[in-house]
């Protein structure tokens, strides 16, 4: 199981420290009865656990009775939480945060816009191949792991990347803003031009050219089929 945490099952977690990220505050304000199914009394958890339950089943391609199965909570609990109608005890969501895979915190996490960040030019995680033809920037934190990527590629005239598969369901989101560009995917090739795009499954060799007399850029999104949580 990735990442997962296996405290003992009455250990009631109080607060985590993401990577990279300032403390996290989970709000547990009151105690609310509830079914027999959870206890008679248990702490509130914060109001992204239905929205985050939700998400994540949803990703895996879970149905309600099938995560069922798999945690042994009932469907019925499992849809109230969904709905934020009802509070699980800790030990409920323990069953669930194994049976989906993640961790306890990713479960609880609040999901909420955080704060602007500015990604100054001259702080950028510049790489670049051996033959300095080919750069790539990351325009994104890494401060955490994330299922989507945003970079800056560009490619000088006459240059030249490869690029070996990558995971499987790997997805390329490419547009080109200045010059043109060949792509050649499993051995075929795309010719773009300035503000052409292309969409593709990158878990198969592929490779970048730069056929034109000026430099090339291009932003990428690459997506990743296997999600962090």
Not at 10 to 31: E, H, M, N, Q, T
Not at 77 to 86: A, D, P
């Amino acid at each position: 199981m990735r990442g997962a945490i296996h405290p003992r099952e009455d250990d009631k977690p109080v607060g985590f420290r993401p990577v990279g990220g300032s403390a996290a505050r989970l709000s547990i304000p009151r105690r609310v009865p509830v079914g027999p199914e959870t206890g008679p009394a248990v702490d509130e958890p914060a109001p992204s656990v239905g929205a985050n339950l939700r998400r994540l089943r949803s990703r895996r391609g879970l149905s309600l009775e099938r995560l069922a199965q798999r945690s042994g909570v009932s469907r019925a609990m499992l849809s109230q939480i969904e709905l934020g109608h009802s509070a699980p005890t800790i030990t409920l969501l323990w069953k669930v945060a194994r049976a989906l895979e993640v961790t306890f915190s990713t479960l609880i996490t609040e999901r909420g816009v955080s704060a602007p960040r500015v990604l100054s030019a001259r702080n950028a995680k510049l790489l670049t191949n051996r033959e300095a033809t080919f750069s790539s920037r990351a325009l994104f934190p890494f401060d955490q792991p994330r299922r989507t990527e945003f970079y800056e590629l560009r490619l000088k005239a006459a240059g030249e990347e490869r690029a070996p598969p990558h995971p499987p369901g790997t997805l390329e989101n490419l547009v080109v803003t200045t010059g043109a560009v060949e792509i050649e995917v499993d051995g075929e090739i795309h010719r773009l031009c300035t503000g052409d795009a292309i969409l593709f499954t990158a878990d198969v060799p592929h490779r970048y050219r730069n056929p034109g007399p000026i430099d090339a850029v291009m932003y990428l999104v690459m997506t990743y089929a296997d999600d962090v949580g």
